[in-house]
């Protein structure tokens, strides 16, 4: 069974701590995205990496930076937590062709108090 | 940047019913996936269908795509409680990303 583990299904950390999210996949896939969810928006991608060392950034990638040292994992990193980056972090991977779906991971709900 | 826009953005129904939800977006596609999100879970993926495609069937779902209108349609038939979750649509387009509508919350009635 195909899988994308995130690693932290709940997290809270305080204002201006530096958050990890990790993400690792086990399908081999070269693509892998992060995006948050927030009520009525939808998902908004923040960084997506087409290979290993290679990122982009998405359409909201202020506040954050990522890290893909190996294929299968894919970190984001929130260098300093505001109130305003409490979310659901969604981690997703895609493989080659790029028309096939993507798959998830369960999310992670992140609180920064 | 988001492009797809759901139609309803929530939808109460009672079991047996069947669901259709609605999606539209403004730029060509390679092809649209349709997404299903259980309460504070990630997305499983439902079904998809190329531009080249005008229907597509899986199980209980039916899935209708207009390039014309850039319109999509997923329908439930024989709707169930464990339906109860949001929808979303997703556009494929020449690049990386997946582009994603606001979602469809459907809840199915017991």
């Known amino acids: 069974d195909v899988k994308v583990t995130q690693s932290s299904r709940y997290l809270v950390k305080r204002t201006g701590e530096k958050v990890f999210l990790e993400c690792v996949q086990d399908?081999?896939?070269?693509?892998m995205f992060w995006y948050r969810q927030d009520p009525g928006l939808g998902l908004r991608l923040i960084y997506f990496?087409?290979?290993?060392?290679?990122?982009e950034k998405g359409d909201i990638p202020e506040g954050y930076s990522v890290s893909r040292e190996k294929k299968e994992r894919f970190s984001l990193i929130l260098e300093s937590a505001s109130t305003n980056q409490t979310s659901m972090y969604l981690c997703?991977?895609?493989?080659?062709?790029?028309?096939?779906?993507?798959?998830f991971g369960q999310g992670t709900r992140l609180t920064v108090v | 940047s988001q492009q797809g826009e759901e139609d309803p953005q929530a939808l109460s129904i009672q079991e047996g019913e069947n669901a259709t939800m609605n999606c539209s977006y403004k730029t060509s596609i390679n092809n649209l996936q349709w997404y299903r999100q259980n309460s504070g879970r990630g997305l499983v993926h439902l079904i998809l269908i190329r531009s080249n495609e005008r229907e597509k069937h899986s199980g209980r779902l039916r899935v209708t795509l207009d390039t014309s209108k850039k319109s999509s349609s997923l329908l439930i038939t024989a709707s169930r409680a464990a339906d109860t979750a949001s929808y979303f649509c997703a556009t494929d387009h020449s690049n990386y990303q997946l582009i994603w509508g606001a979602g469809t919350k459907l809840i199915i009635k017991p």
């Open positions: 997703a991977s895609r493989g080659q062709p790029l028309n096939t779906e993507a798959f």
């Open positions: 990496s087409y290979d290993v060392k290679m990122k």
């Open positions: 399908m081999d896939h070269e693509n």
